[in-house]
């Protein structure tokens, strides 16, 4: 079912990746990607759940917009442990005009295919998607 506004699809495969991270936790993050000539959502890289934040970051292109999707494990001060599921959408200054568009666009239909997600962020820098914005909106 392609999305109205920007006539993307979104894989089968963005969910069931979801799924697995959410439920079973063999994951630590998924960055999607849009393909334009296919019209669809795709999962471009899938994260070990020993992977770090810094390592998922890394991960993120430099000059080209993602979604991405971490789950985030960390203590409460009464120090129980807890996880939070964060919806990244990366739209870089440096990223084309077209390719902004085309990922604000799709973006909340895209979202709402992933029941769970429990904290966005719209980072357009490193320092918007940092490990201390994380931890910040984890509580």
């Known amino acids: 079912m392609a999305n109205a506004a920007s006539g993307m699809a979104v894989h089968d495969e963005c969910k069931l990746k979801f799924m697995d991270l959410k439920a079973k936790r063999t994951h630590r993050f998924i ?38 999707v971490f789950d985030y494990d960390f203590l409460t001060p009464e120090g129980v442990q807890k996880s939070r599921i964060f919806f990244i959408a990366w739209s870089p200054d440096t990223a084309r005009v077209r390719n902004k568009m085309i990922y604000a666009s799709s973006k909340d239909r895209f979202k709402r295919e992933l029941d769970g997600i429990q904290v966005e962020l719209q980072a357009t820098d490193a320092s918007e998607m940092g490990l201390d914005v994380i931890q910040s909106r984890a509580n």
């Open 31 to 68: 960055i999607y990607k849009i393909e334009e000539k296919q019209k669809q959502v795709m999962v471009e890289k899938v994260g070990e759940p020993t992977q770090t934040y810094d390592e998922f970051a890394a991960c993120l292109p430099d000059n080209e917009c993602r979604y991405a």
